[in-house]
């Protein structure tokens, strides 16, 4: 067997661990126990770098290492994940020679990825979109936060609601509510932050926990809707917080433009419904507007619904009825739904398949700083 010397033996003192590079060839060396031990440093889910990863003592009072990006774990003296899965890391043998950490040129276990028999987000990997050239699917999307115990009327709720019942029944629309506050959803928890790749389609969080409710809003956002209605209330002159919640998750989406020029949405029309006790509707807009055309949606003219009562409208018991009775808002939903759905009729005949985003790209990264 051919080994290839890495680096001294002083170079990697006893608990600790680090990836060497030599030539094309990058390996992540540990020391632990009195023990050396190498495996290839990109781990086999998406590549993280093993060699930063942190050190882990499971039940089995063995070490392992814990991936930085994901967290899958590798024992450091055999490459194997943990008992129950198959994975493995590729492990190379290590020798010291004249004070140097050699490793064999070759595995001495190659890397395995285990098939994993049913994959709860293969319609997600796999893209499996459920539009089709006839279908006028409406996904409403409610970003009204409530107690559950205690329900209360939202004037932005109410309206969406309304605007799919009128899509319905004048355009013979399939639709489905999402309200976010009854997702189960985790915070993004910002892997994008550690290295772009990590950021990954499905999302990471996906990929941890299969029952994360975000992967309702994935599906339904990604795969079904041609068109999405979102409704918000203002909240301190911003959308709420649950919006923005939804929306960092949602980066997963257009970090697929980055990472790997891939334009998940295509062909789909936005529309909002923004309603305040007081102001800023149109701020609101434009900070929705900016986030949705970045994942590729499209806008009807005059794409979103606005109410405020004004800066001293503090009378919030009123502000419900008065909202409801208004002939405006009566109109508009049915104008917002009425322009929504002319624009996907129209869209859908559109050819997306070369559709390019004027986004900066990783393949680019070479090129962004000159
Ligand atoms: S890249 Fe290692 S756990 Fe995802």
């Known amino acids: 067997m051919q080994y290839i010397p890495l680096i001294h033996l002083s170079d990697l003192p ?27 440093h990109a781990c086999i889910h998406k590549g993280g770098d093993l060699g930063e990863g942190f050190i882990q003592m499971l039940d089995d009072q063995e070490r392992y290492v814990v991936c930085p990006w994901h967290g899958w774990q590798y024992n450091l003296k055999t490459g194997k994940a943990p008992y129950g899965y198959l994975d493995r ?42 539009t089709t050239a006839s279908s006028l699917n409406i996904l409403g999307i409610s970003a009204t936060n409530m107690n559950r ?8 709720e109410t309206a969406l609601q309304h605007a799919l019942d009128i899509a319905v029944s004048k355009f013979g629309a399939q639709t489905k509510m999402i309200k976010l506050r009854e997702l189960n959803f985790r915070h993004c928890e910002g892997y994008y932050s550690r290295h772009e790749e990590a950021c990954t389609w499905p999302c990471s969080i996906s990929e941890m926990d299969a029952d994360d409710g975000m992967n309702e809003i994935y599906r339904s956002m990604v795969l079904w809707a041609d068109a999405v209605i979102l409704a918000t209330p203002i909240r301190w002159g911003n959308a709420s917080s649950l919006y923005y919640k939804m929306a960092e998750r949602l980066n997963t989406v257009q970090n697929q433009i980055t ?62 009825t008065r909202f409801f009775k208004n002939r405006y808002v009566r109109r508009s939903v049915i104008d917002l739904v009425t322009n929504t759905v002319k624009l996907v009729q129209q869209i859908k005949h559109m050819d997306a398949s070369q559709l390019q985003a004027p986004k900066p790209k990783i393949s680019e990264a070479g090129s962004l700083s000159e």
């Not at 030599?22 to 060396?29: R, V």
């Not at 290590?94 to 490793?103: D, K």
């Not at 115990?149 to 932005?156: C, K, Q, V």
């Not at 929705?288 to 619904?305: A, E, R, V, Y």
């Open 14 to 40: 006893e608990n600790t661990h680090k990836s060497v590079k030599n030539g094309s060839k990058t390996i992540a060396l540990f020391h632990y126990g009195g023990i050396i031990s190498a495996l290839d």
């Open 89 to 130: 890391q590729a492990l190379y043998d290590v020798i010291v020679e004249n004070g140097m950490i050699c490793v064999s040129e070759k595995p001495v276990a190659d890397a395995f990825r285990a098939e994993h028999e049913s994959d709860p987000l293969a319609d997600l990997r796999s893209l499996s979109y459920q």
């Open 149 to 156: 115990d205690l329900p209360r009327p939202s004037t932005s």
């Open 259 to 320: 990472t790997h020029d891939k334009v998940l949405i295509k062909n789909k029309v936005v529309s909002f419904i923004i309603t305040g006790g007081q102001d800023n509707v149109q701020g609101v807009a434009g900070q929705l507007n900016s986030f949705f055309t970045d994942l590729g949606f499209t806008f009807p003219p005059f794409n979103f619904l606005g109410w405020s009562r004004g800066w001293i409208a503090e009378d919030m018991e009123n502000n419900y």
